[in-house]
């Protein structure tokens, strides 16, 4: 008979291989959105296309898919405390959507990624608010790190060109003076992290299961697109003429990417890996897929790029992120803990009311 020590054992080996095709899930969702911004970048920057019109274009056909999948007029009706913030929430994604799209044309889509991560200083914030002496101190300390992370990255410590831990010879100077940023040229994406974890967490705290926060999530899109509607005519409208769609040539692969892979898809992989992995999108798990997704795209968009000095970035960068969220993950592991001894007494409860 099977004693009961022996069922921890089995409980804590059997997840790790239950959550192994969720795991490669995740890897090829995220590879498949590193993919397509690399896609977009390489359009926006050889066409000089209008990054807000075209961001535009992408979510009506994405929102449209949303609504048809999700439904959310179907089922339990949705309450004015879940549909409100949803909507406001789209106003925060439509603003995300157009800073981040601004900064990966100016800073590229390594730096333009990277940056995404610093939705992690809204760790910073609560802990601040509602941590301790001890945890304030530590979330400080995970601020400066990614700071110091981020002013490397605007040095360009990835790039072959200005890294101090490459001997590539150095490219032209008119190359030079394009690809040359500084910590300024930074604040778009950075911005557009924050609103990106800001939007993560409206939509966390509004829908308390799963299938509801689909739902919300279709209303959520379908408002940013209303709300991106109006700029986008002005950009159009007001904008250069070198991006009128006579000199632009358009890109089927840039644009369907973009909206199966950069905003479909990728919603679904990351619920996923939240809900069954217990993996944020602003942790140093997600970062260290994501640097590897980004490694492989440098290489095979034949980037400047230095290796050497991305993963030290990528490791400054991950030290802060661990240390801005280490409120949230000491909860997260209290929370699992607990559920893990509910469950261990109930197994006890059972088995001792078996006959032996």
């Known amino acids: 008979m099977m004693s009961p020590r022996q069922i921890p054992e089995d409980r804590g080996s ?40 075209f961001l535009f274009t992408c979510l009506i ?76 101190w530590k979330k400080v300390g995970g601020l400066i ?25 150095s490219l032209d100077d008119e190359v030079q003076t394009e690809q040359l940023l500084g910590i300024k040229e930074m604040v778009l994406p950075i911005f557009a992290g924050i609103l990106s974890a800001l939007r993560r967490v409206i939509a966390r705290r509004v829908s308390l299961k799963n299938q509801l926060k689909r739902r919300l999530n279709a209303i959520t899109i379908a408002s940013a697109t209303c709300f991106l509607f109006p700029v986008a005519m ?13 000199k632009v040539p358009f890109s089927t692969w840039a644009f369907l990417s973009t909206i199966l892979f950069g905003v479909i898809l990728i919603f679904y992989v990351d619920s996923i890996a939240e809900e069954r992995l217990h993996m944020v999108f602003s942790s140093p798990r997600h970062l260290m897929v994501a640097g590897g997704c980004i490694i492989v795209m440098e290489i ?39 559920d893990l001894s509910n469950g261990m007494l109930g197994d006890e409860i ?3 009311s078996l006959p032996t």
């Open 234 to 246: 002005w950009d159009m409208i007001i904008g250069s003429p070198s991006s009128t769609s006579d």
């Open 145 to 169: 790190a990614m700071v110091a992370s981020f002013y490397f990255l605007s040095q360009g410590w990835a790039m072959a060109s200005y890294s101090p831990f490459s001997f590539k010879d």
């Open 300 to 338: 095979v968009y034949n980037m400047d790029f230095s290796l050497p000095g991305f993963l030290i970035c990528c490791l400054i960068l991950g030290f802060g992120i661990y240390e801005a969220t280490s409120l949230e993950r000491g909860r997260k592991d209290s929370f699992q803990t607990s």
């Open 61 to 136: 056909p994405a929102s449209i898919l949303f609504l048809i999948l999700q439904k959310p007029w179907k089922g339990r009706p949705l309450s004015n405390t879940q549909v409100v913030p949803s909507i406001i929430n789209g106003g925060i994604t439509a603003l995300y959507f157009v800073l981040w799209g601004k900064g990966l044309k100016s800073c590229g889509p390594l730096r333009a990624i990277l940056a995404e991560y610093s939705g992690a200083v809204l760790g910073v914030l609560s802990g601040v608010l509602y941590g301790r002496k001890g945890h304030i």
């Open 14 to 53: 059997s997840p790790h291989f239950r959550h192994t095709p969720l795991q490669i899930i995740h890897i090829i969702g995220n590879f498949l959105r590193i993919w397509s911004i690399y896609s977009l970048y390489r359009y926006l920057s050889e066409t000089g296309a209008s990054v807000v019109l």
């Open 350 to 352: 059972q088995m001792s």
